[in-house]
């Protein structure tokens, strides 16, 4: 049941802010946000890059700290890191769909590499690499300059969602 509530929550939520005015051909922004993962909090910075009246392309760093949970027979918790750049491709349906200007939807797909960074004694299997995802998402400008943004989407490093605002340049 919490599942169902949670899943319904940010069903509603990405509904509620189905967001971002797209950027015009040659227009860039920069995001800057949380992300949510099962491994924990992830700060990032990104920026994307109008390549055509609904499409952007962007790049992205990220990084985040976490503690695992699992205990070895002396009893040691570890600490990880994980720095992510990834770049990604994004259609925006503004123009498709007739949303209002300050409004916008959006889905696309990212590319990255993210490299995990854990004690030397660690024995897991947390192993740095490629990663590939998809995302939907979107903001909502209160502005001509400025905007809140939601995205949900997984395959990449995040695996869940990001929460953050949006600059435009």
Excluded: C
């Excluded at 949510?36 to 109008?50: A, E, K, N, Q, R």
């Excluded at 490629?130 to 490093?157: H, M, P, S, T």
């Amino acid at each position: 049941m919490k599942k169902t509530l949670i899943s319904l929550a940010l069903f509603i939520a990405v509904v509620a802010i189905f967001a971002q005015n797209p950027l015009a051909k040659s227009q860039a922004q920069i995001n800057a946000g949380v992300g949510l993962s099962s491994w924990g909090i992830t700060v990032y910075v990104g920026f994307d890059y109008g390549i055509h009246k609904d499409v952007t392309m962007g790049a992205e760093l990220s990084y985040r700290s976490y503690d695992d949970d699992w205990k070895d027979h002396d009893n040691h918790r570890y600490n990880h890191s994980v720095v992510g750049v990834s770049g990604n491709v994004n259609y925006h349906f503004s123009h498709i769909l007739n949303i209002p200007r300050n409004w916008d939807f959006y889905a696309g797909l990212n590319v990255g590499y993210f490299s995990w960074n854990s004690p030397k004694n660690y024995h897991g299997d947390h192993d740095s690499g490629l990663g590939l995802g998809a995302q939907i998402g979107g903001r909502y400008y209160f502005n001509d300059k400025i905007g809140v943004n939601l995205e949900l989407g997984g395959g990449n490093a995040f695996n869940g969602g990001k929460l953050g605002l949006s600059f435009k340049m």
